[in-house]
């Protein structure tokens, strides 16, 4: 049966980088003719700009129609003084938590060729794997009561609201607890349990569920000694469960100890393996335009994509193989250049990827 892709470029730099991960994705498509439909449609400031809102109607009901989208980046200072609930942001937001998209998977995987791009000691960042398993679609970023109001004293107050239930716990807890059992059985579950309630009960169930993972080993850690352990001694990490907005800055500083923030894909998915891949990082309005961003974190995406959405591993590991090629013969974008590398451009590095895809029919 056909699949079917659908596409959100998105903002600034999320056109430019989404092409690269679209030439790929064809090239393996048509190689191991797989018959992939792609089609294209709006989110974000571009949505705004064209339909009024950032994650239009008919944007959800084509997701909804599809096997698996694939999102650039949203966002940029242009949309800045627009009203909040027209933020290019609140399009992902809302499209994350329409699709339901619970589980956000953030795979922190070290290139050994990338080494000497980051800023962590190459003894510490040797042979780095760790998934982080970020719920996505609860927590605080859509915690109600939120919004503004205006105190006795006449004072503005802002105020949102951190909330899990069982439930949400629950089945994120699952998606990180049968990831650490395919990998090497250690799961770290996040919190901030000697201050926060909602992560008291966190705690409590992540426990409660480790009598049905008897081969997972379970340690729990407080999210102010995650992010410092992140930096001081990440090899004892192997899968990492947090809620959202934990999960959103434990990511960003995993996302360095690989040298550039440019290289991380993420999956996001609901119980049904449906999902949204995306690279971790933003639209980059600085660099946007200009052919120089990194669009790896979007083609490891795809692979991530063929993987879990599209039942075609092979084609997951065939990608992943080619990133790790196209490092070997030494072409960088400028995220990642350094001492006797080659600069390429965005589009100069999707083309190497391609030609060194491994795929036959
Ligand atoms: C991410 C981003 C988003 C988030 C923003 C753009 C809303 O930082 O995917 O990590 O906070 O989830
Ligand atoms: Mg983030």
Redesign the pocket.
């Known amino acids: 049966m056909t699949k079917s892709v659908y596409v959100l470029p998105g903002d600034n730099i999320g056109p430019e980088i989404i092409s690269e991960g679209i030439k790929v994705l064809e090239a393996v498509n048509e190689r191991l003719d797989l018959g992939i439909e792609v089609r294209y449609g709006l989110i974000g400031g571009h949505a705004l700009d064209v339909s009024g809102d950032p994650c239009p109607p008919e944007t959800l009901i084509e997701a909804r129609n599809s096997d698996a989208v694939l999102l650039g980046a ?2 940029g200072p242009r949309w800045d003084d627009c009203e909040r609930e027209m933020r290019p ?1 609140k399009g ?2 809302r499209i994350r938590h329409a699709l339901n998209l619970f589980a956000n998977l953030r795979p922190v995987i070290m290139y050994p060729q990338l080494i000497t791009a980051s800023s962590l000691k190459p003894s510490l960042i040797n042979d780095l794997d760790i998934l982080i398993v970020r719920e996505l679609v609860g927590g605080i970023y859509f915690g109600e009561p939120r919004g503004f109001r205006i105190l006795e004293s006449g004072e503005k107050e802002g105020f949102n609201t951190l909330k899990y239930s069982e439930l949400e716990i629950r089945r994120v807890g699952k998606i990180a607890f049968e990831a650490a059992m395919k990998r090497g059985k250690r799961l770290c579950s996040v919190d901030k349990s000697n201050v926060l309630e909602a992560t008291i009960l966190w705690r409590q169930v992540i426990s409660d569920m480790s009598a049905e993972y008897p081969d997972v080993s379970l340690s729990h850690m407080y999210v102010d000694n995650a992010a410092m352990q992140l930096v001081r001694e990440p090899s004892q990490f192997d899968v990492i469960v947090t809620g959202n907005m934990f999960g ?1 800055i434990l ?1 960003d500083i995993s996302a360095m100890l690989t040298g550039s923030i440019g290289m991380l894909p993420s999956a996001s998915l609901n119980e049904k393996a449906f999902g949204m891949y995306e690279p ?1 990082h ?1 639209s980059a309005p600085d660099i946007a335009g200009q052919n120089v961003a990194n669009p790896l974190a979007t083609i490891l995406s795809v692979a991530l994509l063929f993987r879990y959405s599209l039942g075609v591993p092979d084609a997951a590991f065939v990608i992943e193989d080619a990133v790790g090629k196209v490092l070997d013969r030494g072409f960088r974008t400028l995220d990642i250049l350094t001492d006797d590398t080659t600069l390429v451009s965005t589009s100069e590095m999707g083309s190497a990827v391609i030609e060194e895809l491994k795929v036959t029919k």
């Open positions: 949203v966002g942001e992902l937001l959103d990511s971790c933003g």
